[in-house]
């Protein structure tokens, strides 16, 4: 008797087995004829705590996230040079400037997401719906705390003033950042007055611009000028930095978002593109809805200092204690459509 059950059992058990077998070879199938549990992110963020949210990511997904990091122009290039062949699902990369030239370049390709729509706003997405923006930074005016009181600050105009002369300090005009700065202008001012303010604040520099945001600052405290534009998550790096001597630097120096009365602080962000030929555009999507969730977003943006984009989120204590601002409010993507016209402007004006 005993026998027989022993007998029954392993039966039903080899074909229990032989069913969830069954099963799982069915779905190896579908996923190999439509969509493979993985995303390939090309990425120029480089943070620890970025992987961290990949591996949440998978873990509550099954998707799995290969991560390629590089400068952003690099993987531009790679992503053109490889093709139909890429590999890339998903391109995340700083600047709205940056994002639009790989638009422009016909790298992405446009989707649509109730989710997305819902937690990053309107004016944070490419108006083709080709980018997502996914962490915000403002470029704002640091300034030495000695010898500028805040009072004496108010817009980013006011700075090609006669009193500024030899007192600014901003990088080099090759740099994104600062073409998407001046393209805000063109949106908001238009062109001639974006013209003047460019050539007005060329008048006003401390030096030939040279280096990066953290260079201007740390040339503050060196005496060179007084007044820096720079991007904010730059100075929370600063803040809390490893080398004691940047602290000390950033301690000098305060925060102050410009154009408070009038057309609000140039903000941009880092954001992210499903790439025109991915294989896996739904995996790809399910990770931006992913990022830019209320419990991803503190942590991705903290991760550098920046602003969560989904309003649901509070910004890092460090970033509360500057204070809240008002934005400008453009499209982000005028940032990229007025790149070319900013460029020519720099050019003419001499800015370096
Ligand atoms: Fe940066």
Known sequence: ??????????????????????????????????????????????????????AKFEAETGIKVNVIKGEADELLERIKREGDAT?????????????????DEGLLQAVSS?????????????????????????RVMIYNKETVKPEELSTYEALTEDKWKGRILIRGSENVYNQSLLASFIEI???????????????NFARDPEGGDRDQAKAIV???????????????????????EEVKVAQKLGVFFPNQETTGTHVNVSGAGVVK?????????????????PESQITFA????????????EPSELLKSWGEFKEQEIPLSTLGENNAKSI?????VGWK
């Open 1 to 54: 008797m005993k026998k027989a059950l022993y007998i029954i059992l392993t039966f039903a058990l080899v074909i229990l087995a032989a069913c969830s077998n069954d099963t799982t070879t069915k779905d190896t199938t579908n996923n190999n004829t439509k969509e493979s549990k993985e995303v390939n992110l090309y990425t120029a963020r480089h943070y620890d705590v970025d992987d961290e949210l990949y």
């Open 87 to 103: 590999q890339a699902d998903l391109f995340l990369t700083a600047d709205a400037g940056r994002l639009f030239r790989a638009k």
């Open 114 to 138: 109730d989710v997305l729509d819902e937690q990053i706003p309107a004016n944070f997405q490419d108006k083709d719906q080709m980018w997502y923006g996914l962490t915000k930074r403002a």
């Open 189 to 203: 001012n238009g062109e001639e007055n974006a013209k003047e303010w460019a050539s007005g604040l060329v008048a």
């Open 222 to 244: 060196a005496g060179i000028g007084d007044v820096a534009i720079m991007n904010t998550y730059y100075f929370g790096q600063m803040l809390n930095s490893e080398d004691p």
């Open 277 to 293: 030929t991915s294989k896996n555009k739904e995996n790809a999507i399910k990770l931006l809805e992913f990022l830019s969730s």
């Open 302 to 313: 903290e991760a550098n200092y920046e602003y969560p984009v989904n309003k649901s989120v």
């Open 344 to 348: 020519l402007i720099f050019n003419e």
